[in-house]
């Protein structure tokens, strides 16, 4: 399983396992981010590489960066 992309706007991340691609849900627990897949909450940091992409709002703007472990 590869966490491929979050998207802090919409509140999900998209990743990988197996042949499929999934959009998974995200929530943030005592400042950590997790996504729940198969009914299983996963910790982003442990399934996201150095590509792994991040959008968010910063001052109104969206950008989208590399996620920083």
């Not at 991340?13 to 950590?32: D, F, L, S």
């Not at 198969?38 to 982003?44: A, I, M, P, T």
């Not at 959008?55 to 969206?62: D, F």
Request: charged share 25%; net charge positive.
């Amino acid at each position: 399983m590869l966490v491929l992309g979050i998207n802090r706007l919409a509140n999900w991340v998209q990743i990988t396992a197996g042949r499929g691609r999934y959009t998974c849900p995200i929530k943030e627990i005592n400042g950590e981010l997790f996504f729940k897949f198969k009914g299983e909450w996963h910790r982003v940091i442990e399934y996201a590489s150095d590509l792994t992409t991040e959008m968010l709002s910063k001052e109104g703007k969206t950008i989208i960066q590399n996620f920083k472990k």
